[in-house]
């Protein structure tokens, strides 16, 4: 099995291809990962920032490199040592005229040998159920009319045009058109005549659109009705019937090839939660792929739940570990009091758990409406219920199927065998009595629903097919309800505690105690020790070195709640009054900009334009998918307008708010500093393959995307790293102290990136096998240090870090972890740890006999990492 000791993500785009990848192998040796973790390089939509709106599955993506260039470049990372981890899109595709698998469906209908691969409705594409083009800015009508929609001729056949994008009229058009050249000017070319003729006469161009395999219609339109399945919400990514095993090894031929030659150690399978059969998917992967390739699967685990331990793969993306360690750092004993804090000063008394049950419902019934109507659908056609033998309607049916999937507390179930059982029967149980919970008037209609999912009266084979058929389709549901519910609306609404708004957390979460994490590490090292580790990605909300500074202020709860009425005050004549009357920002909004400013202020205290700017547009993105009083579909300027000036305003040097934030801020940021460093610790040495995401091995203070996907510059980060080494040589306690004292330019995260880089390629079997053992600290900041060892056979590693130190010294100057008085407290050491140690930070050895004083540790380094001599 493939061991990638550490992986290091990469976003590919036509501005970050191959060829500037390969132009710093230099410094990716120098740093230290084990493997390459690419973003999709497959053929993608031109000019696309991400690689996941594939178009071809076949090639690679031209803008980013070609093939040959490709396998000459892992070839060479081979060399040094590094490997190549392959993010993969097996759900879905661009909706996209440069797709050709789908423009020969367009053209050809159901005739086309690429029909099977796209999850289409029943019928679709078909007499009087043509596969809807949701592109429009308009109605269709409209749109004719305006001469937006024109008929056209390319590369020898008749098109439909709207605007830029072109699409294939069928190959009846050709004919139908010919013959009706009745009206044609004479001496005109032929085509050229046909187009003249249709495009200057509305009707007849609605005859030709109304004959095509396809119809164009207003983007919109998919919240009422849509007949094709799609990546959450998106009309321009269609999803693919993966579940079919032509379409499988289609899709994965060339994918699989690049494994076989050996230019591949792996995949990173990219939502595998939409897939129709997850279980079934990475089995054929793991088939295909054979036993020693690395498989990660982007699940995202909500509290309490657990990756299927059946699943073929080494583990997920990371996430969990991201909330295990997001939660560690949260102070646990004063969360209450932040989110009474949250309720007072903002008014909000929903709690968390039905403002996620009304996001669900607000997305299901004005978002994805289409789609519960198609699943209400499937449930008929598969004929699993009598109506009017059970005494209930259509109707309710739909509404206790939406009910359903509005209370299923995770992105969706895996069961394996129908009828359902065990621990999905429990949750399924769960499930229909939180519905009638919330809706007691379908009662009847729930228990049926529960009937037919248990097979209660029916048994025979082919009605549990078909209940697992209909099941597994209910989940392809599940899961884009949660995120959208979820993840795009209450994370943007809910703003107790916005450290614990990221993917993979939760709204409500309280921090977790150190006995607890040591819990969930000896869990993950038993079951999952190659699963990743992540605290930053594409996808996060906010930056890892954000969450860290966020966390100090559960820990300073008093000067925080003191700071933010004071800050309100202040700023209270900073507010616009719009013409409905409300003052703007609104108090949550306030609430919400005053953490987002702690968490990504510049470490010099100075907001530039460029920081403005990108407050700007994080603030628009954040009201928008909060969806209250804007969206996307709904956009405001002038209530952004409003939102946005008071920050502006705020932070302009006259106004007297950075002389009362700044203080409590530049403490924040200190504290956070060892917060990150204990988290960058804890991510490289706890069970699991650490992933650093591009660019993070400095300082991360950046936002949801667009923010955290911008240029990274490697040049400085080379030069840094060389200077760094040098300086080592010549006195690693010093060069350590001396970063330690002086952390905002961030050499000293990057330096630890590379020493725990380094620790874990050469120490590769103690990372994979190692047992986790959890130490015991002891005297009085014994809550305030956590300290585990890793162990295989004669290798052993003993590490601490410090944890919600935010209250145990007033110092705000580099010096402020040594200065705490940790005389009291001490690392007790089993037998079987007595031994000579060397401090990999300051390269000092020492034997200890019972304990490791504290002080010993955090007088001279910020985490203590100390292999066994």
């Known amino acids: 099995m493939y061991d990638p000791i550490s992986t290091y993500r990469i976003q590919f785009h036509k501005g970050f291809t191959l060829k500037q990848l390969e132009a710093h192998l230099e410094y990716f040796s120098l740093l230290g990962p084990g493997t390459i973790y690419a973003s999709p390089l497959l053929k993608a939509v031109p000019g696309s920032g991400h690689g996941y709106d594939v178009i071809n ?47 020969d469906v367009l053209k050809n209908g159901s005739r086309s040998p690429f029909h099977h691969v796209f999850d289409l409705e029943p019928g679709v594409p078909g007499p009087g159920n043509p596969l809807m083009l949701p592109f429009l800015g308009s109605s269709r009508e409209e749109a004719v009319r305006r001469g937006e929609i024109k008929l056209g001729w390319e590369n020898q056949h008749f098109c439909i045009r709207y605007f830029d994008h072109v699409y294939p009229c069928s190959p009846d058009t050709f004919s139908n058109l010919v013959k009706d050249r009745a009206g044609t000017k004479p001496g005109k070319d032929l085509v050229e005549g046909i187009l003249e003729k249709y495009n200057s006469d509305p009707t007849k161009l609605k005859e030709v659109l109304d004959k095509q395999h396809f119809t164009l219609c207003h983007w919109q339109e998919t919240e009422k009705r849509i007949n094709y399945r799609r990546f959450f919400t998106v009309n321009g990514l269609i999803c693919l019937r993966m579940e079919d095993e032509n379409v499988f090894h289609a899709w994965h031929r060339f994918v699989a090839q690049l494994l076989h030659q050996g230019h591949l150690n792996g995949f990173r399978i990219d939502h595998i939660d939409g897939l129709n059969d997850p279980n079934g998917y990475l089995q054929q992967l793991r088939r295909l792929s054979g036993r020693e390739a690395y498989i990660v699967a982007e699940k995202i685990l909500e509290q309490d739940e657990d990756l299927p331990e059946f699943w073929p793969v080494q583990g997920s993306t990371g996430y969990d570990f991201l909330a295990m360690v997001n939660n560690l750092l949260t102070d646990v004993r004063k969360s209450p009091r932040l989110k009474n804090l949250f309720k007072e000063v903002t008014q909000v008394r929903t709690p968390p758990v039905e403002l996620i049950y009304q996001n669900k419902k607000m997305i299901l019934t004005t978002r994805m409406h289409g789609e519960w109507n198609n699943i209400t659908a499937y449930f008929d056609r598969l004929g699993l219920l009598d109506y009017k033998q059970e005494g209930v309607t259509k109707e309710e049916i739909k509404e206790a199927i939406g009910e359903f999937m509005l209370a299923c507390p995770v992105y969706r179930l895996y069961p394996r065998r129908f009828p359902i059982r065990n621990q999905n029967r429990k949750l399924v149980r769960e499930i229909i009595r939180q519905a009638k919970q919330r809706n007691p008037g379908i009662v009847p209609a729930l228990d049926k629903l529960a009937d037919v999912l248990f097979s209660k009266n029916r048994t025979d084979g ?12 209910l989940m392809q549901y599940t899961g884009p309800l949660m995120a959208k519910g979820v993840e795009d609306t209450s994370m943007y609404q809910y703003n107790s505690f916005i450290a614990h708004n990221e993917v993979g957390d939760a709204i409500n979460a309280k921090g977790i105690p150190i006995s607890e994490f040591h819990r969930q590490m000896k869990a993950r090292q038993a079951n999952w020790p190659l699963t990743m580790n992540t605290t930053s990605t594409h996808d996060t909300k906010r930056g890892e070195d954000v969450r860290a500074r966020l966390n100090v202020v559960s820990e300073l709860t008093r000067e925080w709640e003191s700071n933010v009425h004071r800050w309100m005050q202040m700023n209270q004549k900073l507010k616009t009054r719009l013409d409905s009357g409300l003052l703007e920002p609104s108090l949550s909004v306030e ?28 603030l628009v993105k954040a009201l928008r998918e909060a969806k209250r009083k804007v969206s996307w579909r709904h956009p405001d300027e002038v209530y952004e307008k409003a939102v946005c000036s008071f920050v502006w305003n705020m932070l302009d040097p006259k106004h007297d708010f950075l002389r009362a934030f700044l203080p409590f801020q530049q403490k924040v940021a200190w504290r956070g500093v060892v917060n990150s460093l204990a988290q960058l610790t804890l991510k490289c040495t706890c069970p699991g393959v650490p992933d650093i995401y591009q660019g993070t091995e400095l300082w991360d203070l950046s936002l949801v995307d667009p923010d955290n996907r911008k240029e990274v510059d490697y040049h400085e980060r080379l030069r840094l790293l060389q200077e760094m080494q040098n300086n080592h040589r010549a006195g690693a306690a010093g060069m350590i102290r001396s970063l330690s004292r002086k952390p905002f330019d961030g050499k000293i995260k990057l330096w630890l990136t590379h020493t725990l880089l380094k620790l874990r390629r050469e120490n590769p079997d103690l990372f994979e096998n190692g047992a986790y053992l959890p130490l015991k600290v002891e005297g009085k900041y014994r809550r305030h240090v956590l300290a585990f060892a890793r162990q295989w056979h004669s290798q052993r ?24 008085d940790w005389s009291n407290t001490r690392i007790a050491l089993p037998a079987q740890l007595q031994t000579g140690w060397k401090n990999l930070l300051t390269s000092e050895s020492r034997a200890f006999s019972g304990s490791i004083p504290a002080a010993e540790i955090f007088s001279n380094a910020p985490v203590g990492l100390m292999i066994s001599e």
């Open 57 to 103: 599955p076949l090639e690679m993506n031209p803008e980013t490199g070609r093939l040959q260039h490709f396998k000459s470049l892992t070839g060479e990372f081979q060399k040094a040592g590094i490997g190549w981890v392959q993010d993969i899109v097996p759900n879905h595709m661009a909706y996209h005229p440069k797709n050709d698998w789908l423009m």
């Open 462 to 473: 082919e009605n549990i097919r078909k209940v697992g058929s209909f099941f597994r389709r």
């Open 591 to 618: 609430y919400f900009i005053y953490q987002t400013l702690l968490g990504t202020f510049p470490f010099d205290g100075r907001a530039d334009e460029e920081y403005l700017d990108r407050i700007d547009q994080y």
């Open 797 to 820: 590693l003993i590490i601490a870090v410090p944890l919600i130190t935010g209250g145990l010294s007033q110092k705000q100057e580099g010096e402020y972890l040594s200065e705490i």
